[in-house]
């Protein structure tokens, strides 16, 4: 239902970005997570759908950046000034609730982002 798209190999202080394409429902959010090894899958960005309105980690405000394109069905996530620590396998998600305080209620498969230093 999620297809995630858009990582790879990049350099200390790069850009990526992501996408996710797949139906979603209009009120729902849409967001991306990502998993590092050894760690949690953690919350990284969030937007409801309908509304468009954005929220994120902490960690991520002011590098990244969500967006969507309701006639393309896809969420993209443009990261900025990526750093080592951001290297994990992100996953984008969806479900009724805000990402950041609520598990979604769908998964999408993730792709992997590797920055080196």
């Known amino acids: 239902q999620l297809q995630a798209s858009g990582g790879g190999l990049v350099q200390a202080g790069g850009s990526l970005r992501l996408s996710c394409i797949g139906r979603?429902?209009?009120?729902?959010?849409v967001g991306w997570f990502h998993q590092a090894p050894g760690k949690e899958r953690v919350f990284v960005a969030g937007?409801?759908?309908?509304?468009?309105?954005?929220y994120y980690a902490d960690s991520v405000k002011g590098r990244f950046t969500i967006s969507r394109d309701k006639a393309k069905s896809t969420v993209y996530l443009q990261m900025h000034s990526l750093k080592p620590e951001d290297t994990a396998i992100y996953y984008c998600?969806?479900?009724?609730?805000?990402?950041?305080?609520?598990?979604?209620?769908?998964w999408g498969q993730g792709t992997q982002v590797t920055v080196s230093s």
């Open positions: 998600a969806t479900g009724p609730l805000s990402l950041s305080e609520s598990p979604p209620s769908y």
């Open positions: 979603g429902r209009t009120n729902w959010h």
């Open positions: 937007i409801t759908w309908n509304l468009g309105t954005t």
